[in-house]
């Protein structure tokens, strides 16, 4: 496994070892030994959630302001452009945010940590989302952060107007969202 470092410290690109032949491919897409070695980190993973969404769709971006959760990201089909944006108002990083494309193809993973918005865009035909969590998902404790705020600033990839939730199509700017200390 490798860690790729990110320009905010928290967040790290996981990318586990792949190994491939004539037959396919094998990979562990977790180990809680090796993450924790890797990454000083020992998250404590209560579940485990699975999505699958058509192009254009956009989830996000989401978090839940009691019981926060860290959350393990990855593709097992298709591709997103996933971001995750800094709501603690303590860090250095609030309100920024960072951006990857995780695909099926490149195995690659996100680690968020609690205390941010997470979302993603489908680019690809479809996507299936796979993604542990640090705590249970609580929907009276979720929020909504508006994908288009531009005091984010997210260079979403130009696709049209997005598929989203009528939660979503409500979201806070980050000027009126709830956020953590």
């Known amino acids: 496994m490798k860690v790729i470092p990110t320009t905010i410290p928290d967040v790290l690109i996981i990318e586990p070892t792949v190994f491939g032949d004539a037959r396919g491919f094998f990979y562990e897409s977790y180990n809680a ?15 485990d959630n699975h999505s699958r969404s058509a192009r254009g769709v956009l989830r996000g971006l989401h978090y839940q302001i009691r019981q926060p959760q860290g959350k393990l990201v990855r593709v097992t089909s298709g591709e997103v452009f996933d971001v995750c944006v800094d709501l603690r108002r303590s ?16 195995n690659r993973q996100m680690w968020i940590p609690p205390g941010f918005a997470h979302g993603f ?12 969590t640090t705590d249970y998902y609580a929907p009276e404790h979720e929020r909504s952060l508006q994908w288009n705020d531009p005091a984010l600033n997210i260079a979403w990839p130009e696709q049209g107007e997005p598929l989203l939730s009528a939660k979503d199509k409500s979201a806070a700017s980050l000027s009126q969202a709830e956020t953590f200390e």
């Open 33 to 47: 030994r090796q993450f924790q070695a890797l990454t000083g980190i020992a998250p404590q993973f209560v579940q």
């Open 91 to 106: 860090s250095p990083f609030f309100g920024q945010s960072v951006a990857v494309t995780l695909s099926a193809e490149n």
């Open 121 to 132: 865009l489908v680019t690809s035909e479809y996507a299936e989302f796979l993604y542990k």
